[in-house]
């Protein structure tokens, strides 16, 4: 018999729950509590089964019918209506955790990156790529489909640079996918070539012996505050980058062992690493003589170098940059980041080791053994290092303008 709604409709909840058969082992369970089940007895190789089908209203009489015709005719072809519906839900989840988003989402997870870094990461993956692709299973994604709903709206609205980073990043998310199983290859791969080229930004930076002089004695003369003053000095010494600097605690240096330790961007919460993982920074002696006059000033905070209106909170990213400027150094001339420019390249020609210079930068070292070969073979050497670049910038400030080369002995 077929079930007729007005009969379901008008159902009763009892003492103890009750079946209102609709024919062919479909019935309506109706529990103590007043929900309306539709249930499906069968058998299959021999045991009672028992297949859920929804509850009423959400199931309609109509679609119940319907449900359990369905599921009768694979049980005639010799099909487990209840595994087969198990089938159809684990399909359902294993769709789910193949969607480009899921992916991402999971790969995103497993990276280490600082709290500055994460957040623009993160910020190109949902408002830039998971909009349009974030639906789709990652292994039926084509290289047309990311280059023309991704890629080229970035491009048209002017962002190259970041278009070519958004694809790097999908790159980076594909490459997960095929480690893990859920994609055959990386699609990025076939668009070299397709996508405009962006413009090389180009950080302005003083790399001339005479230029450098000139600057060190215009740092020296500058009549803005003492702390952006030191910030200079510091900047042109210790090779940090500005955000690092800024930053900087007093609780990380230890003077009497001359260094300065930038903690790691996991373990500090606000890690300034863009590499993870905590750098050692070797202090000259002028270097550690200008944070111990800088010490009675701002010594009794948590920053080196506070803010004007707050020592909570760290000098204003624009600070140093304001500086130069009213210094007379234009954009094209000299950056707040310029400073590291500027030592890589005399350090060079200074002929010092070019791995030990880019270890004082802070640069990742290649290969799964870079950082424990940093620790053991360049600690030693970027000290003496820095001592010869401090020393060589007080050569530069009194006008001996000439590179001598500063090589370490054997």
Request: net charge positive; glycine share 8%; hydrophobic share 40%.
């Amino acid at each position: 018999m077929d079930l007729k709604d007005t009969q379901a409709r008008n159902a009763k909840p009892k003492a103890k729950p009750y079946k209102i058969p609709a024919g062919g082992g479909l019935y309506l369970l109706v529990t103590a509590t007043g929900s309306k089940l539709w249930r499906y007895d069968y058998r299959f190789s021999d045991k009672r089964k028992t297949l859920a089908l929804g509850a009423y209203p959400d199931v309609s009489c109509k679609a119940a019918g319907e449900a359990h015709r369905a599921a009768r005719t694979r049980l005639a072809e010799g099909d487990d209506p209840a595994a087969a519906k198990q089938r159809v839900k684990t399909g359902q989840r294993v769709a789910a955790a193949n969607t480009f988003e899921a992916v991402a989402r999971e790969w995103f997870a497993k990276q280490r990156l600082a709290p500055a870094t994460h957040a623009k990461k993160l910020w190109m993956l949902e408002t830039l790529t998971l909009p349009w692709l974030g639906h789709r299973p990652i292994a039926e994604i084509e290289p047309s489909e990311l280059l023309t709903t991704v890629l080229r709206r970035i491009e048209e609205g002017g962002k190259l640079e970041t278009a070519h980073r958004v694809k790097q990043q999908c790159g980076q998310i594909f490459r997960y996918a095929v480690a893990t199983g859920r994609a055959s290859r990386d699609i990025t791969s076939d668009l070299r070539g397709a996508m405009a080229t962006p413009k090389v930004k180009h950080r302005a930076a003083l790399i001339k012996p005479d230029q450098v002089g000139g600057l060190m004695r215009a740092i020296d003369g500058y009549g803005g505050t003492y702390v952006v003053t030191q910030a200079m000095k510091l900047s042109a010494l210790l090779m940090a980058r500005p955000g690092e600097m800024r930053h900087a605690e007093w609780s990380e240096i230890d003077l009497d062992a001359a260094r300065w330790v930038i903690p790691d961007s996991k373990a500090a919460g606000e890690g300034r690493m863009k590499m993870g993982g905590a750098h050692v920074v070797p202090l000259a002696s002028q270097a550690v003589a200008i944070l111990r006059d800088l010490h009675p000033l701002t010594g009794a905070g948590r920053y080196v170098f506070p803010g004007a209106r707050s020592n909570r909170r760290p000098m204003s990213e624009v600070a140093v940059l304001a500086a130069l400027r009213r210094m007379g150094y234009s954009k094209d001339e000299m950056t707040a980041h310029g400073f590291r420019a500027m030592a890589r390249s005399l350090l060079a020609e200074m002929g010092w080791n070019t791995d030990a210079i880019e270890r004082q930068l802070a640069h990742k070292p290649a290969g799964p053994l870079g950082a424990a070969y940093d620790r053991a073979q360049f600690l030693e050497e970027r000290r003496l290092m820095m001592q010869a670049w401090a020393d060589y910038l007080d050569s530069l400030r009194r006008g001996e303008s000439k590179v001598t080369p500063i090589r370490r002995s054997a």
